[in-house]
Nanobody, 120 residues
Framework: QVQLVESGGGLVQPGGSLRLSCAAS????????MGWYRQAPGKERELVAT???????NYADAVKGRFTISKDNAKNTVYLQMSSLKPEDTAVYYC??????????????WGQGTQVTVSS
């Protein structure tokens, strides 16, 4: 059982910044990747950013150059630094973890989501 706890969401003005955090705990044998999705009202969930165990990153075109994903392996925590925020970034942001158990079973776990609202 893996638990993901997100924090850092809130209300910010256009052009502002926020940093999201996601801490993983529980039975984690190996983490293959962690990252963030988001879902705006009336829209499908979309991938925002991913970071692999080796440190490779991938971003959605809509956030390239504005968002930075990073991780702290010792804390099993992933961060999403969001800058130059736009109203269209408003969404619930969900953290995810792709991992494997000691017996070789692969799984994906999700956080509960944190609201980010960009508005003046």
């Amino acid at each position: 059982q893996v638990q993901l706890v997100e924090s850092g969401g809130g209300l910010v003005q256009p052009g502002g910044s926020l940093r999201l955090s996601c801490a993983a705990s529980g039975s984690i044998f190996r983490i293959n990747a962690m990252g963030w999705y988001r879902q705006a009202p009336g829209k499908e969930r979309e991938l925002v950013a991913t970071i692999t165990s080796g440190g490779s990153t991938n971003y959605a075109d809509a956030v390239k150059g504005r968002f930075t994903i990073s991780k702290d392996n010792a804390k099993n925590t992933v961060y999403l630094q969001m800058s130059s925020l736009k109203p269209e970034d408003t969404a619930v942001y969900y953290c995810y973890l792709d991992g494997a158990t000691a017996s070789g079973m692969y799984f994906r776990s999700w956080g509960q989501g944190t609201q980010v609202t960009v508005s003046s």
